[in-house]
């Protein structure tokens, strides 16, 4: 059944990004060709505004691999996806992945005309398959010299955190343990003193923008999104900036005001407020 269009929408980039969280609410799928079928006004107004469905997509903090129903293989994307899913401490385990949304690069993987099976795929990624099982293999006692060993690092051992830099271990330790937190305590380590839930506001928010940009990170989507991204799904939220382009707008602001007020004297008038050209999601910031 037909999803009814709203055809008497006044669009603009922010009524398309408000648009696609609704329809993203609803559950509706947000592939380009269901949305052609039931909502083409919205597809429309996106590649107007943003030039794609997948840039539309990707300003308002919604992955486009995530939600695009087909794919074209080769050996490239493939080895391009696994390693994407390695930076981000995925359970890369034949297994696990199986049972994934990222089902279908597995299948494509280890198919004859791409890797034949998924090992030598892992191994094409530049990924040791011995790595990729070590924390399955793992008793007790090993997962917990590992947090130790990450306590006494400094790493931080927020689950939060641990999600996003070591899915595998704490996902091992949660099956092991019951919880993350009980496999802290089992360490020695009190949880409540490293638990944490960052409580963001425009002000960390054009903070946190600008320390990455004073560590080099490009502040386009896809660099911020891998960087940081409870800081970028935040800067995109309603209650906040909408979108990146709007966030990285107040942040650039926010530097060029505390650069003009430092550089100003009693005998140099000040100078009128001036725009700051926003780069595009591609252009590249110098630090």
């Given at each position: ?60 903090g919604i ?55 998924w090992r ?15 924390y399955r ?151």
């Amino acid at each position: 059944m037909k999803v009814r269009s709203r055809k008497n929408l006044r669009w603009s980039t922010e009524r398309v990004l408000a648009e696609i969280h609704q329809w993203k609410d609803k559950g509706q799928p947000l592939y380009a060709n269901h949305v052609r079928l039931n909502f083409q006004e919205l597809l429309a107004a996106s590649i107007r505004y943003f030039g794609s469905w997948q840039e539309a997509l990707d300003q308002a903090g919604i992955s486009y691999v995530d939600v695009r129903k087909y794919r074209k293989w080769s050996k490239e994307v493939i080895v391009e996806e696994i390693r994407d899913l390695a930076s981000k401490g995925f359970d890369l385990s034949f297994r696990s992945m199986a049972l994934s949304q990222h089902n279908a690069m597995v299948y494509a993987a280890i198919r004859p005309k791409y890797f034949g099976n998924w090992r030598t795929a892992l191994e094409a990624a530049g990924l040791a398959s011995e790595e990729i099982y070590r924390y399955r293999s793992w008793d007790e006692s090993g997962i917990l010299e590992e947090i130790r060993r990450l306590k006494t690092e400094g790493a931080d051992l927020s689950s939060k955190s641990m999600d996003e830099s070591s899915n595998k271990l704490i996902a091992t330790a949660r099956r092991r343990f019951g919880n993350w937190g009980k496999a802290l305590e089992k360490a020695g380590i009190n949880y409540s003193e490293v638990r944490r839930r960052k409580r963001w506001t425009r002000e960390n928010l054009v903070e946190g923008i600008l320390e990455l940009k004073k560590q080099g990170v490009k502040l386009i989507t896809p660099e911020v999104k891998r960087a940081n991204p409870s800081l970028f799904a935040a800067a995109c939220k309603k209650h906040f900036y909408g979108t990146w382009k709007k966030a990285l707008r107040a942040a650039l602001r926010s530097e060029k005001l505390d650069e003009e007020l430092d550089s100003s004297s009693p005998s140099v008038p000040e100078a009128a407020a001036t725009t700051v050209p926003v780069p595009s999601e591609h252009a590249t910031l110098s630090a």
